[in-house]
């Protein structure tokens, strides 16, 4: 596919940093993609370019995957609002206080992160569930959302990708199971967890921003602003219990595991995750329902009305998850991702050529907004590498991971970045300036690591 492939993400990113405003960059991006396939298949360029951008919608929409994480996205807003005007959120803070689990900022950045790690089945879990766990927390020790939203971003995906007992691994694995190699596909995944620098690499940035209570750049401009308000957490009604908040969430983590197993045909790593995380956030969301309305300090209609509210205050983040995958199938068929990786040429130094997989991966990630779609298009061009160079193939496969992780952090397109801001409560474009720095370092180091293995190893 030819360069111009590139122009319709450029394009997004470059309005997301003048304007400010992600659903017209996403909607820029999404029309000039479609304008580029009118020209390119000879059709009418207006009528297909404005009836190609509808129908790239439906088409989205109407995908059964797409379809659930967007209603999960929706749901979402209900069971947040529940548990937030049930006054289960300040209880539950009051008995983690209480009890010395949160008695300072570390032991709060500490139990979130160790929340996020446990639930490493699925990613969009691990970052709902701790940010449902530590949003009243963050606010009572005024600690920014910002913060918030890049410690469970950073560490949901680097978990999943790193432990591989879950849909992440299987769908890796798969991927690398219609190759014939000298190694098993699964020894070279899990040989890959060494080596998957920008990950272990991130983790330990979140780890330390804990440990030191140290934000830098637009985190700590965030965190200074938020020094001169007061600390907001909903109290609800009197007398509330923390059974509130816990009962919702407890019933989110056990119902997934469980869905996982179900869709899997008792295999958790062969679970669906879009499948499993939506049943299981309905489930939850109906728990907490029923506890509020038990309780009778709610009405039905009361009930309907928190609920509604709550999925309404979230509908432009949902747009944005929508716009999001959107532009990801128009530049598939525009070849935005086979473009980039084709810039990995045949004449380099065989020793660039693990850190060059690495920052294409980041590249189309963060130019195309998914790191899943990353790995589909870089593993099959990183395994013919291995098998014609003889190139360390958990190397490898450990470049192109990290490459997709590290792209999809720094990306203001991405839906992991949407879902991150969602569960925090935080700004997306916050989350996105707020969380790049660190990114950013971590992707040098990563870089470095990657050129120091291939010095050694190839």
Not at 234 to 257: C, D, E, F, H, Q
């Amino acid at each position: 596919m030819a360069w111009y492939s590139i122009l319709p993400p450029l394009i997004a990113i470059a309005v997301v940093f003048w304007r400010k405003e992600v659903i017209i960059a996403l909607i820029l991006a999404l029309v000039s993609s479609e304008f580029l396939l009118a020209l390119h298949g000879q059709q009418s360029l207006v009528a297909g370019t404005f009836v190609g951008s509808i129908e790239r919608v439906i088409e989205v929409a109407t995908s059964a995957g797409n379809s659930r994480i967007l209603i999960f996205s929706i749901v979402i807003g209900a069971l947040l609002a529940y548990i937030r005007e049930s006054g289960g959120v300040a209880a539950t803070v009051n008995m983690l206080l209480n009890r010395g689990v949160a008695k300072s900022k570390r032991q709060v950045g500490l139990l979130t992160m160790f929340t996020g790690t446990a639930v490493f089945i699925e990613s969009n879990m691990s970052v709902l569930t701790s940010g449902i766990v530590a949003r009243g927390l963050f606010d009572k020790f005024k600690m920014s959302r910002a913060r918030l939203a890049y410690i469970i971003d950073s560490t949901s995906a680097p978990v999943c990708i790193l432990i591989l007992l879950n849909g992440w691994g299987a769908y890796v694995l798969g991927l690398l199971s219609n190759y014939e190699l000298e190694q098993s596909a699964v020894s070279i995944l899990w040989g890959s967890v060494a080596f998957n620098f920008y990950a272990i690499i991130a983790l330990l940035i979140v780890l330390y921003t804990i440990v030191f209570d140290k934000v830098h750049g637009p985190m700590r401009a965030a965190e200074q602003e938020l020094k001169h308000h007061t600390a907001e957490i909903s109290s609800g009604p009197s007398a509330t219990k923390s059974r509130y908040m816990l009962i919702p969430l407890l019933t989110l983590i056990v119902s997934m595991i469980g869905f996982m197993f179900w869709t899997g045909n008792g295999v958790l790593a062969n679970g669906s995750g879009s499948k499993s995380v939506l049943y299981a956030t309905i489930l939850a969301s109906t728990v907490a329902y029923l506890l509020l309305l038990s309780g009778k300090r709610f009405s039905h209609h009361e009930l309907m009305d928190v609920g509604f509210k709550g999925m309404g205050e979230l509908l432009p983040l949902v747009s944005i998850v929508l716009l999001s995958l959107t532009l990801g199938a128009s530049l598939k068929e525009l070849g935005t991702g086979t473009f980039v990786a084709s810039l990995v040429g045949d004449y380099l130094p065989i020793y660039l050529i693990v850190p060059v997989l690495f920052i294409t991966g980041a590249i189309m990630s963060f130019t195309t907004g998914t790191s899943w779609g990353t790995f589909a298009i870089l593993i099959p061009i990183g395994v013919p590498l291995i098998q014609a160079l003889g190139l360390p193939p958990s190397l490898v496969l450990g470049a192109i991971l990290s490459g997709g992780i590290f792209g999809d952090h720094c990306s203001p397109i991405s839906d992991t970045s949407a879902v991150s801001a969602l569960a925090s409560g935080c700004d997306l474009l916050t989350h996105v300036k707020t969380q790049l720095p660190y990114a950013l370092v971590g992707g040098v180091l990563a870089i470095i690591c990657f050129f120091i293995a291939s010095l050694i190893m190839i």
